[in-house]
């Protein structure tokens, strides 16, 4: 048998550099490139063997990003896979130690997401020669456990490669879990130092092309007839959109069964964008940042049907929005363990092949193939139904309008009113990214999304800190799109790193910065459950110890600039409607900069009334904490349990 004698480092990126994704029946690298911050746990194996590729030529060689941080570099390598459709996606290398466990808040958002990301932390000897090594973690009562081991409940696989022969079984384990669409994830190797640099003579059928294949999962036959029954016998169905319907590139499905059957269209945070906004059947958001147009529609429904949704409290409003005592569900998603929720009928399978069976099954054409009922009319809701949902479509539009106004270009701009301006601004083309503070319900409720992947909004782990390194690989994937980063203040100062690898790559992105001076997400749910907004501002100490004193001086638009980042400063909304049009024609990275008014207007649009359950204390002696708790108590008591 051929072999090839090389390090442990220099065979996995050899192995990696020839793996391969493909749906239907085009192919993607899987590993497209390699992220890296380099310390005494890497440096002389993955580093040394990086120094390798960076010689060779075609498809052996493995590009390398260098980054700064490395829960940061994480989350660009997690916005890159979601970009890519999770076809293709970047590994990540540190050192041992810190190095290593600032990617366990990166690898739990990939995870959360179902977005692949291979982590290749640096590990103490395997050999253990001189315990302890710098940065070890020793316990007493086990002598096999490292800081490494904390990447073990956020990923979904993990293994220690503890001999040079062992990285053959634990690579292909690790591509068949980065590739599989229902089982995708953080994927993490422990790489020991010393194993590293060992050499091996690897068997050459190790570096062979794999082709890992990613087919349309088929609904099975009898799940598909129950499903058709429950549509077929509700009056008030409703569909809701879930992250499952964009990554498995169902858009077009879901719009056919929409326009064929006249079923309503709410959207999650993560499905938002399946329709587009003008679409008539686009209700907009559902639940606790929804519009109030879909949830209505969710209040009175008797059929829901989940496609690629996880439903979690913000969908549901923690149990207690779908009200309607004869409400039913039907989940289609990729995984068991999701299409079985709130007792619903569970049809596994992927969305879009699911989407065009349920099409087909309701009596229309689909696909290109003859629907069961042939030339039979179709399923299709009362036009009662579709007249009452589309004029809730069209008063929640004036809403939207209404917020987006100004009173004129001298105002300051309220956070709606930034949005207002983006919106007038941007094509389908352009990508915006968000994940933390006010800003997610905000867009939820009101941004107008024109493109199946321009709205990129984290909200499974809703990590602040996460946009501009979203933003980084986000452009990598796309690299002649506009992409957006909009975060508060708060998330700029929780992770600005990256602003200078933007920089390094001359990657075109554009940050918009809101500064309201604080946490004002927390701060208003602070307000709401009795804890009076306490040290939710940026102010300093004042006399009585509380952070109530005169603003802090802070310059984040003099930060960013430091970075190396073109800035502009915007106090107006005539200001800033000249400001996001010069960043968007820029062709180097560029921050915009604007202080929002605060106080009520933070965040612009009307509540569409959807709980979210974040208990109150049962006893205080405080009466905004009293007050919220009797508000809790009469909130909680409308939950359910769908069996």
Known sequence: MPTRHLTTAQALLAFLARQYTERAGVRHRLIAATWGIFGHGNVAGLGQALV????????????????????????AATAYARQRGRLSAHAVTTSIGPGATNLVTGAALATVNHLPVLLLPGDTFAARPADPVLQQLELPYAGDISVNDCLRPVSRYFDRVSRPEALIPAALAAMRVLADPAETGAVTLCLPQDVQVEAYDWPEEFFADRVWRVPAQQPD???????????????????????????????????????????????????????????PADMGGIGHTGTAAANHLARTADLVIGVGTRWTDFTTASHTLFENPAVRFVNLNLTGFDAHKMGGVALTGDAAAGLAHLTRELGHLAAGREGAGGSAPGHRVDAAYEDEYRTCKARWEAHVSARYAAPDDKAVPTQAQVLGVLDALVGHEDILINAAG??????????????????????????????IPAAIGVQLAAPHRPVWALVGDGTYLMNPTELVTAVQERLPIKVVILDNHGYASIGGLSHAVGAERFATEYRFRAADGTYSGEPLPLDLAANAASLGMRTLRARTVGDLREALAEARASTVPTCVYVETETGDTVSGPPSAGAWWDVPVAQTATRPSAARAREEYDRQVAARRHHL
């Open 52 to 75: 390798e590729t960076r010689h060779g030529e075609g498809p052996d060689a493995m590009p390398f990003l260098q980054g700064r941080n490395e829960q940061a570099m994480v989350h």
């Open 221 to 279: 036959p009898h799940d598909l007839a129950d499903a058709v029954r429950a549509v077929r016998r509700s009056r008030r169905p409703l569909l809701v959109a879930g992250g499952g319907v964009r990554h498995s590139l169902a858009g077009t499905e879901l719009s056919v069964l929409a326009e064929r059957t006249g079923i309503p269209v709410a959207s999650t945070q993560a499905g938002k964008g399946s329709l587009p906004y003008d679409h």
């Open 438 to 467: 006010s800003l997610p319900g905000d867009l939820h409720r009101l941004w107008r999304t024109r493109s199946g992947d321009q709205y990129h909004v984290e909200y499974g782990y809703s990590c602040m800190g996460y946009e």
